[in-house]
Structure formats: structure tokens, C-alpha cells
């Protein structure tokens, strides 16, 4: 019995080894008509890095540098070639995520905010109506902020409170870390400033087929699209993850009474809730005033720079300490290293090279011309609420968006078909909750620690589909019959 445990975990590790060359095998054994072969290449190589990310022979991390093994000697790429793919503007972004993360928890400041919303009346009666209440608060937060502030904000918030309510309970902390994702997917399709693709759809919309839109023609239909979703993604993460908790009993007065207990706020608190209140400040201005600098990858780096800058003569902004006689910061070095999920980095930045390099080498493209051709005015919303979702989960909601409205809108045009139901359609498709790497708000999701590889893919698949019929049903009916866009 001894020898042959040894000898399984030996086969299943070699198993697991194959599955990537298999998948790579797999996917160059198949004659892609059309697809240039070092496209077919990166392609093949995609599937060897996926395989691997989800059967983990090796870590995430070191899977991620595939590319410059594989792309080299395949794709007759150079190798400062594949190594310019790495060099992406959600690296600093995402450790200021994990950070920030990090000093929420580190100083307590989310203990004392869950502890505040559990008091609210009402809120923790059942882990499921904590789930949705979830969902719910960071669907209305989506409308104002971007879906990645939402994340960033709400994320650490809700896992500490998960924590709290049930400690150890794996699937509640995962399930609720969905709900902000998800949520915040919802609450973008709100508004047209809810996520930058929104705008771009309307803005080749304009462009390509002379029909604009107003906020408050986007917004008649996005609130029902938004709301739409609360009992979709609910269902699903009750029935995929359902909570280990379910009555919470006594629940109100004892959070009371743990309230009461934290007693006044540390200093290091105070310095917490001072990156939030500015980085809050940071993202609502780069809405209402044209900043060129002040986008969202701005905020969480100048976060991270804060919590981290020794104290010089006590400079504001620039000096966050906790104990200025012992010279304790609000984070310190070995933060840095406990604090960033480098493993978990490493992957979302792998992906998104591949993701770049599939678009260089005209694999996206390609993908969309087999997807888009031939077509029919009927089958029209279809294939846009279909292709989107497939194609964000390889390029970026930005890049999918331009691609498939560029495409579909001439042709809408062409067939008398009404092309504001696919703007609606595509703008309402496009983010991405499957994969880490497929969109930022995914990433930084991925990035809190409490969804595993699988738990997301899995479960965001199904929120994909179900939500993407949704979204194609609805805007069918919606758009015509509340005559939301207009021709400018």
C-alpha cells in the first residue's frame, strides 16, 4: 500500500504534465483554413498554458513564461518581442489592489466596516440574503463608480465580513467574492460611464450607422438589464456555492456588541480609511473633469506609493506612519512580500500577453471572421451576444467591442436589420468574469485569494451564458419597444 500511493501521485503528476502538450498537439492537429501558422501556433500554445493552469503540474507563475519558450521557436517571434507583450499597465495596478487588500485586513479597518453593514437591520438573517445583498450594493456602486474600484473597495470588505459571520467557510467567502464581481458586471450595463466599452459601442454606433444615444436612453434599458441579472447570478452561485452557512442566529446583537468592543479607530486605521477616501476622490474626479493622467489604472499605484513612503519632516500625503517614535509605517517592507500574491500575478499577466500576442499575430481576428461570416438579419443578435463573450475571454472588453461592432454594425446596416439592439447586445456581452486574465475586474477578483482557478472558471462560465441569453432576449424586446436609441 505504501509503494503504490507514491507510484498514483507519480502518474497523476505526469498526467498532469501532458495534459498541456496534448492540448498544444490537439489544437495544431486541427487544419485552421485561413489562420496564418504562427497564429495557429500562439493558439496551440494558449491551450498548453490553459491545460496546465488548470491542472497545476508546475505553478501558475512559472506556467506564465510559456510564451518565451513556445513563441520563439513556433511563432519566429523574438524574444524582446514576447517579453514587450509583459509589460502591461494592470501590474502595478494589481499590487496596489493586493496591497490595499492586505492593509485593510493588516489593520483592521474591514473587520470595522463588515461589522457596521451586519448591524444594518436585516442584512445577515441567512448567508444567502447576505449573498444577495452583496450582489445588490455592489450592483448600485457599479452605476457610479468603475466596476474596478467597486472590486477593490468591496471586495475586502465582504471576505472579512464572510469571515466573521463564518469562519472557515470556503464556499461563502468564494461566493460572496463572486457577488462583487459580478454585481459590479450588473451595474455597469446601468449607465453609459458604468465601463469604458459602453461608450465605445456608442460611440461606432454613431460613427458606422448615424444613431446616438442619450444617458437617459441608455440608462431606460440598462437599470432593467442591470436588475435583470440580480436573480441570474443569485440562483447561481446559491445552488454552485451554496453557503455552509445558513440562519445566522442572534445575529444583530451580537454584532452590536462586537462593534461596541472595537472601541475607537488606530492610527493605522485612520491611514487606511485616508487612501480610500482619496482614491474614492482620485475616481470620481476622472468622471466629471478631463484629467489626462487621471485614469483608473492611476489610483491604486499612488495607493501603494502612500502606505509605503518613509516619513520625511512629517510631508503630507506623503507620510502615512502608524508610530512615528518607533517609526512603524502603515505597511513596511515584509508587507510587501506577504502582502502581493506573486503567483497569482504572474498568471493574470501571462494571460494577457497571450492575449496580446494572439491579437498581433491576427488569431482574434480571424476567430471573429469564422464567428461573424455569413450571417442573417435574424441570427444577427445572436452571433453578437455569442461572439463577445467568447472573444473577451481572449482579448480585452475594449478590443472585443471595437472588433464585433466594426464588423456587425455595416452589416446590421446593410440587412435592414436595427443595429441599436447589437449595440446594446455587445456592450452588454462584453465583460469577461470567466478567466483571471479575460478583463481587469476579473483579475483583481482573482487577485483577493478566495476564488480558486477552477471555482472561477466554472462558475463564471455558467454566469456567462445565462446572462449573455439574458442580455440578448431582453434588448430584442427592450430596445424597440421603449424606442431607446434614436438616429442623430
Request: glycine residues 8%.
Amino acid at each position: 500500500m505504501g509503494t503504490a500511493e507514491p507510484s498514483t501521485s507519480r502518474r497523476a503528476f505526469v498526467l498532469r504534465v501532458l495534459a498541456g502538450p496534448a492540448a498544444f498537439a490537439a489544437v495544431l492537429a486541427v487544419p485552421l483554413t485561413g489562420l496564418a501558422p504562427e497564429a495557429h501556433v500562439a493558439l496551440g500554445g494558449y491551450a498548453w498554458i490553459v491545460a496546465w493552469w488548470v491542472t497545476t503540474p508546475v505553478p501558475w507563475g512559472v506556467t506564465s513564461f510559456l510564451p518565451f519558450v513556445l513563441l520563439p521557436i513556433g511563432a519566429e517571434m523574438r524574444l524582446t518581442e514576447v517579453a514587450a507583450t509583459y509589460g502591461h499597465v494592470i501590474v502595478p495596478y494589481l499590487i496596489g489592489v493586493m496591497l490595499f487588500g492586505h492593509a485593510f485586513q493588516k489593520h483592521g479597518l474591514a473587520r470595522r466596516i463588515a461589522l457596521a453593514a451586519l448591524c444594518v437591520p436585516g442584512v445577515a438573517r441567512s448567508g444567502s440574503g447576505l449573498i444577495f445583498a452583496i450582489l445588490v450594493v455592489s450592483a448600485a456602486m457599479s452605476t457610479v463608480f468603475s466596476d474596478l474600484a467597486v472590486i477593490v473597495m468591496m471586495t475586502p470588505i465582504v471576505l472579512s465580513l464572510t469571515r466573521y459571520v463564518a469562519p472557515g467557510a470556503k464556499r461563502m467567502s468564494a461566493a460572496a467574492s463572486l457577488a462583487v464581481l459580478y454585481g459590479a458586471a450588473a451595474g455597469a450595463l446601468a449607465t453609459p460611464t458604468g465601463i469604458v466599452f459602453n461608450a465605445l459601442t456608442l460611440s461606432l454606433l454613431d460613427q458606422l450607422t448615424g444613431y446616438s444615444v442619450s444617458f437617459a436612453q441608455w440608462v431606460s434599458t440598462g437599470v432593467i438589464l442591470a436588475v435583470a441579472h440580480f436573480p441570474v447570478c443569485y440562483l447561481i452561485l446559491k445552488v454552485m456555492l451554496p453557503p455552509e452557512v445558513q440562519a445566522i442566529p442572534n445575529a444583530h446583537a451580537r454584532f452590536l456588541k462586537e462593534r461596541e468592543q472595537l472601541g475607537p479607530m488606530s492610527r493605522g486605521e485612520r491611514n487606511v480609511l485616508f487612501v480610500l477616501i482619496l482614491m474614492l476622490a482620485l475616481w470620481t474626479l476622472s468622471t466629471v473633469a478631463e484629467i489626462e493622467f487621471l485614469e483608473i489604472w492611476y489610483v491604486p499605484p499612488v495607493a501603494m506609493v502612500l502606505l509605503f513612503v518613509l516619513p520625511v519632516a512629517m510631508v503630507l500625503l506623503f507620510v502615512l506612519p502608524v508610530d512615528v517614535k518607533r517609526g512603524e509605517m502603515t505597511l513596511e517592507t515584509r508587507d510587501f512580500q506577504q502582502g502581493v500574491g506573486w503567483n497569482v500575478l504572474f498568471l493574470v499577466l501571462g494571460g494577457m500577453a497571450l492575449a496580446d500576442v494572439l491579437a498581433t499575430l491576427g488569431a482574434i481576428d480571424w476567430l471573429a471572421g469564422r464567428l461573424t461570416g455569413h450571417v442573417t438579419a435574424g441570427a444577427l443578435p445572436w452571433v453578437a451576444g455569442l461572439a463577445t463573450p467568447l472573444l473577451t475571454q481572449l482579448a480585452s472588453g475594449a478590443a472585443t467591442s471595437i472588433m464585433v461592432s466594426t464588423i456587425l454594425f455595416p452589416i446590421a446596416d446593410a440587412l435592414g436589420y436595427n443595429p441599436t439592439i447589437l449595440a446594446r447586445i455587445i456592450a452588454g456581452t462584453a465583460q469577461a468574469v470567466a478567466f483571471p486574465w479575460s478583463s481587469p475586474a476579473a483579475a483583481a477578483t482573482f487577485a483577493f485569494g478566495a476564488v480558486g482557478f477552477g471555482t472561477m472558471f466554472r462558475i463564471g462560465l455558467v454566469a456567462t451564458i445565462l446572462t449573455s441569453i439574458v442580455v440578448i432576449v431582453l434588448s430584442m424586446i427592450l430596445v424597440p419597444a421603449m424606442q431607446a436609441f434614436t438616429v442623430g
